[in-house]
């Protein structure tokens, strides 16, 4: 049904996955796999850790690390108390109420 298109499978079959391995790993996932489907997942996977493979092969040298794709830094602001003004009109919007705080169903039995 689904194939994985990419062109780094050609000569790159180092790391091969048995039909075992493959049933292992679907059995630990709890997937259900079809006797028809095994070629097709076992190319797909294949596919799968071959790419990663030209991933943990590519050049990272020069590259410095980073922990977001823009260079925006986390912006704290100063917690500062405030008077809320208007208890009157949030408390209309109680479903229900009991002295003057919101009524909610017991969480904790």
């Known amino acids: 049904k689904y194939k994985l298109k990419t062109n ?7 790391m091969k996955v ?3 391995e493959l ?4 059995n ?3 997937l259900k796999i079809k006797d028809d489907e095994i070629d097709n997942y076992l190319a ?3 596919d799968i850790l071959n790419f990663a493979e030209v ?14 794709a823009n260079e925006n830094s986390n912006v ?6 405030k008077t809320f003004e208007n208890h009157e009109g949030l408390m209309a919007n109680a479903p229900e109420k009991e002295r003057d705080m919101f009524k909610i169903p017991k969480v904790i039995s």
């Open 55 to 68: 991933v943990n092969k590519a050049p990272i040298d020069d590259l410095q690390e980073t922990i977001g």
């Open 44 to 46: 797909n996977l294949q």
């Open 18 to 20: 048995s039909k075992e």
């Open 8 to 14: 780094v499978t050609k000569g790159a079959n180092r």
């Open 76 to 81: 704290f602001r100063k917690d500062e108390v």
């Open 28 to 30: 630990l996932a709890d």
């Open 23 to 26: 049933l292992h790993i679907a």
